[in-house]
């Protein structure tokens, strides 16, 4: 069954460094989110992307994240100078939705930063 | 976009129990999904129901909408073990609109 795969599956970073989180979503799915959970909160969104280009984005979404599709296939998160309250595990789901679609969500395992 | 909210926070029950789990939302949707999230893992789509439908099966779990007060229930009967987890509601608006998550039901099932 094909699945959403985002690695790493845990990053341990030093304050003010720059993360990269990947994600290959499923291969026919058009529409590409990150959520984000901090231990113990619920399932934040994020940003959505489609067309190569952000739909929407969250409050948390500032400018220190950044989305990218640099490929057919991978999806990117990227977080420029990261701060201990990034400190969270990190969900990338896609869908193959359109106008008309149903929009379920499939999702990977994600990938648990620690900001040191 | 909305989320749901789900009731009661936490349920407790004995293997082979039935579990029923209810949500609430504000406004008009095109459908509403429910999904499990184990223990430090990713959410999993178990069933999505349309608004036009009003019940809805797959395997043990049985999904029910009434659009008109702006609720649905998730009911797994027979529970397992491995069903413990926390259970979240999303209301949809379709498409490629994102979902938003509530805090969830966390179901513990007792051996």
């Known amino acids: 069954e094909p699945e959403v795969t985002q690695t790493p599956s845990h990053q341990v970073t030093q304050m003010g460094q720059e993360v990269i989180l990947r994600c290959v979503p499923i291969?026919?799915?058009?529409?590409f989110y990150w959520y984000r959970q901090i231990l113990g909160q619920k399932v934040e969104f994020l940003v959505s992307?489609?067309?190569?280009?952000?739909?929407?984005k969250s409050e948390i979404f500032d400018d220190q994240f950044s989305v990218e599709r640099p490929d057919g296939s991978n999806f990117t998160l990227k977080i420029r100078s990261t701060k201990l309250e990034d400190s969270a595990m990190y969900f990338c789901?896609?869908?193959?939705?359109?106008?008309?679609?149903?929009?379920?969500?499939?999702f990977g395992e994600g990938s648990r930063l620690t900001v040191l | 976009s909305q989320q749901g909210e789900e009731d009661p926070q936490a349920l407790s029950i004995q293997e082979g129990e039935n579990a029923t789990m209810n949500c609430s939302y504000k406004?008009?949707?095109?459908?509403l999904q429910w999904y499990r999230q184990n223990s430090g893992r990713g959410l999993v789509h178990l069933i999505l129901?349309?608004?036009?439908?009003r019940e809805k099966h797959s395997g043990r779990l049985r999904v029910t909408l009434d659009t008109s007060k702006k609720s649905s229930s998730l009911l797994i009967t027979a529970s397992r073990a491995a069903d413990t987890a926390s259970y979240f509601c999303?209301?949809?608006?379709?498409?490629?609109?994102?979902?938003?998550f509530g805090t969830g039901t966390k179901l513990q099932v007792i051996p």
């Open positions: 789901a896609s869908t193959l939705a359109g106008g008309y679609g149903t929009g379920e969500l499939f």
């Open positions: 291969s026919n799915h058009l529409y």
């Open positions: 992307f489609y067309n190569n280009e952000i739909s929407e």
């Open positions: 406004t008009s949707i095109n459908n």
């Open positions: 129901i349309r608004s036009n439908e």
């Open positions: 999303a209301p949809s608006p379709g498409g490629y609109q994102k979902v938003t």
